[in-house]
Each structure stands twice: as structure tokens, then as C-alpha cells.
């Protein structure tokens, strides 16, 4: 059954974001062309009119999927350590995130190729990328001024080659690729990174 009942905070919020966790999913099955907003509506059991009551537009929903998605990329960036243990942190749950966030990288994937095609989608592509960016490009002047990697390096361009290694291993054509190449990606970014020493416990 339908649930038309007006929802209170806690549950608007839970509605909400099971909304954007079943366009996620469509997304991460069935491409842009399975993301239908009567579908997603009827997954999470509200009808149309309240999907639209949360999200007004389907570029409001993608702009949130693309959130939840980023939300996963930057929660791997830990608030405690040194800059360079930060940084070192963050790739290396980015290399599980390879390996086991199947979804993730389909949805990235979906997003890489179908930008170019969408300006309203390029516009919120390019917004998610340059947070993530400046987020790292925050990490890597830091940890280089601290000794802790290589530093000579260009900050923005690091940061840059970073971003596009990570995105573009969740193009289709690529896709594919053998869990085990996850580590090598990482390893290869460490050693671009220069860093001095170990910087995680059980590396």
C-alpha cells in the first residue's frame, strides 16, 4: 500500500534519503535509462507527488545520488593523524572502495560518461569534482610542507591526476579490471606521492 501520511522530521529524513539510496541503486543496475521517478517512488512505497515534494526535479534527485555518492569518497578522509597519515589513509579506503563497492563504481561510471551529454549533469559533475580537489589538494600541501611526501610536487596537477586515476577506472571499458589491480592503482599513487615512511599501522 501506498503511504500518502504526512511524515515528521526523523522519518522525512529516513524517507528521503531511502529515496536517494533506490535511485542509487536503479542507477547502479540499469544505467540513467532505468531512472524513473515513478519507479524509484514505488520502491521506497510513497507515491509520485511525494517524491516530487522531496525532490522538486530529477536533477534535484541526481544532485543528491551524486552527494550520497561523493558523501562515500570523502568520509574515507579521516579528521585525525598527520596530513600525510590522512592522506595515506584516504587512498587506501579508496582502494577497498575499488574493490568491494561494486554499486559505487557502476554509478561513477554512469556519471563519467553521460556528463559530457548533460550540461545540467556536467555542472554538478564538475562541482563534486572540484570539492574533492580542493579537499586533496588541502592534504597534499600540508603533508608536503610537513616532509611527510615528496615536496616538489605540483599540488593541483597531484591532486588532478589523482581524481581522474580513481574515476577513470569505473568507465565501462575498464571496469572490468581484476580486484587485485586496486592495490596496484594505490601503490602506484603512493609512490607518485612520495612518501617518506609508512604512514598506517599494518600496511
Known amino acids: 500500500m501506498i503511504d500518502e501520511t504526512p511524515a ?19 542507477i547502479a543496475r540499469d544505467g540513467f535509462e532505468g531512472l524513473r521517478t515513478r519507479d524509484i517512488a514505488a520502491d521506497v512505497g510513497v507515491n509520485i507527488a511525494t517524491l516530487h515534494y522531496y525532490f522538486p526535479t530529477k536533477e534535484a534527485l541526481i544532485r543528491a545520488v551524486i552527494g550520497h555518492a561523493m558523501h562515500r569518497f570523502t568520509a ?8 600525510g597519515e590522512q592522506l595515506h589513509t584516504h587512498l587506501r579506503t579508496l582502494g577497498r572502495l575499488l574493490k568491494e563497492d561494486h554499486e559505487l563504481w557502476a554509478v561513477m561510471g554512469e556519471l563519467v560518461l553521460r556528463a559530457p551529454r548533460d550540461p545540467h549533469l556536467e555542472h554538478i559533475v564538475r562541482e563534486t569534482d572540484e570539492f574533492w580537489h580542493r579537499k586533496l589538494s588541502e592534504l597534499i600541501r600540508r603533508a608536503a610542507a610537513a616532509g611527510e611526501i615528496d615536496p616538489t610536487l605540483e599540488v593541483d596537477d597531484t591532486a588532478a591526476l589523482i581524481v581522474v586515476a580513481l574515476k577513470g577506472v569505473s568507465l565501462p571499458s575498464v571496469a572490468g579490471f581484476q580486484p587485485q589491480r ?6 602506484q599513487l603512493e609512490r607518485l606521492l612520495g612518501f617518506s615512511q609508512p604512514q598506517t599501522k599494518g600496511d
Do not use: K, N, Y
Request: proline share 9%.
Open 8 to 26: 515528521p522530521a526523523s522519518r522525512a529524513a529516513d524517507r528521503r534519503h531511502a529515496l536517494v539510496a533506490a535511485a542509487f541503486g536503479r
Open 76 to 83: 574515507t578522509m579521516p579528521a585525525e593523524g598527520s596530513p
Open 182 to 187: 586496486a592495490d596496484q592503482i594505490i601503490r
